[in-house]
């Protein structure tokens, strides 16, 4: 019979390396853009109505016909972010986060007027396009829109490619 002995030291290893990984709501951290509210994750591609349920009722929610094609588009407005949704015969799903203010941020602690060079910093080089930095990852870009060297806008958007 055969022994297969793991070292210790590679399990020690292994479990730094899926610890160190592992952001503080527990996702992986490799280049997955989400934004926190109140201790819950919020992801575009999640399930809206079971996230709205979760974080609270929304300051203002608005529904109007898709111009995009079939279904309702949902926005729900909370203090210092916006939940954009869309909504099809099967499920309702976020496409969209924008944060609207400085009191909140994103998890590596970006805010609105921050300097550009703070995002860099946080996120690393970016694809630069007109008026603002964009990082894209796992069906999700994040964009940081800048005026004048600083942070004007930041949206979380789904990624259509």
């Known amino acids: 019979m055969k022994k297969y002995g793991i070292g210790l030291s ?3 290893l292994i479990c730094t390396l899926l610890v160190s990984c592992q952001s503080a709501e527990g996702r992986m951290s490799d280049k997955e853009y989400y934004f926190c509210h109140n201790g819950h994750t919020i992801t575009v591609g999640d399930d809206a109505d079971g996230l709205v349920e979760s974080i609270g009722e929304a300051n203002r929610v608005s529904r109007t016909t898709s111009c995009a094609g ?3 588009d949902e926005l729900y407005i909370y203090s210092g972010f916006r939940l954009f949704a869309h909504r099809d015969m099967e499920k309702c799903t976020v496409v969209a986060i924008e944060l609207t203010n400085d009191a909140v941020s994103t998890p590596e602690g970006i805010r ?12 690393g080089e970016a694809k630069e396009k007109n ?22 806008g930041i949206k979380y958007l789904k990624n259509d490619g």
């Open 131 to 152: 008026g603002f930095l964009e990082y894209e990852s796992k069906g999700c870009r994040l964009r940081f829109y800048l005026r004048e060297g600083r942070v004007s």
């Open 10 to 12: 590679f399990i020690a």
């Open 70 to 72: 079939e279904g309702e």
């Open 112 to 123: 609105i007027g921050d300097k550009v060079e703070r995002v860099k910093e946080r996120y």
